[in-house]
């Protein structure tokens, strides 16, 4: 299982980035997938999970209405537009899977959010 994330960068307050994770070495349209992010000196959490089918997704609180996940099959590619970004966006944000009951991440990238 290979996860690979890009997209992030530095954003002013209130812009926008899409963040994209291409996979490889599993079947990407069988397993549902998910963005995690984490801040300095916090734990890892989830922002938001979309199912295999593509059709079904849920975001956590504080990112519901702002991010958007998806996915295209075809090309083993995930996304999250993030828009409307506040300074307690910044993170490393990391797309990760569950495959034969073991959890997958990838090296993550950074957002930072500031003016």
């Known amino acids: 299982v290979q996860l690979v994330e890009s997209g992030g960068g530095l954003v002013q307050p209130g812009g926008s980035l899409r963040l994209s994770c291409a996979a490889s070495g599993f079947t990407f349209s069988r397993l549902a997938m998910s963005w995690y992010r984490q801040a300095p000196g916090k734990e890892r959490e989830l922002v938001a999970t979309?199912?295999?089918?593509?059709?079904?997704?849920n975001y956590a609180d504080s990112m519901k209405g702002r991010f958007t996940i998806s996915r295209d099959n075809a090309e083993n590619m995930l996304y999250l537009q993030m828009n409307s970004l506040r300074p307690e966006d910044t993170a490393v944000y990391y797309c990760?899977?569950?495959?034969?009951?073991?959890?997958?991440w990838g090296q993550g990238t950074q957002v930072t959010v500031s003016s």
């Open positions: 979309i199912i295999s089918a593509g059709g079904s997704t």
């Open positions: 990760g899977t569950r495959y034969w009951g073991r959890d997958y």
